[in-house]
């Protein structure tokens, strides 16, 4: 069963940048479709963006779209979510996960305050 594990949250200001990482440990990472999630409190989890397993495709919601980039290196095990232009409205716990899913992880809190 594949695990999970996200970081690379912060607290940074609007316009800047970050990267996250979601590292997976289990069966063959590089099978699996994934995606980033977030969540802020008291609304559900949403898929903000998607890669293939071969990273050929990808897909990204309209509110990060042009300023999130997904990529993945199977080699690793890993996915990134690399976030640029962030806003206030960036701000929550960014999760990955699998398709089909696995457990979630702990999350990354990102937090985009002026």
């Known amino acids: 069963q594949v695990q999970l594990v996200e970081s690379g949250g912060d607290l940074v200001q609007p316009g800047e940048s970050l990267r996250l990482s979601c590292e997976a440990s289990g069966q063959i990472f590089s099978n699996y479709a994934v995606g980033w999630y977030r969540q802020t409190p008291g609304n559900l989890r949403e898929l903000v963006a998607r890669?293939?397993?071969?990273?050929?495709?990808?897909w990204y919601a309209d509110s990060v779209k042009g300023r999130f980039t997904i990529s993945r290196d199977n080699a690793k095990y890993a996915v990134y979510l690399q976030m640029s232009s962030l806003k206030v409205e960036d701000t929550a716990v960014y999760y990955c996960?699998?398709?089909?899913?696995?457990?979630w992880g702990q999350g990354t809190q990102v937090t985009v305050s002026s």
């Open positions: 890669i293939s397993y071969g990273g050929r495709t990808t």
């Open positions: 996960n699998t398709f089909p899913r696995a457990p």
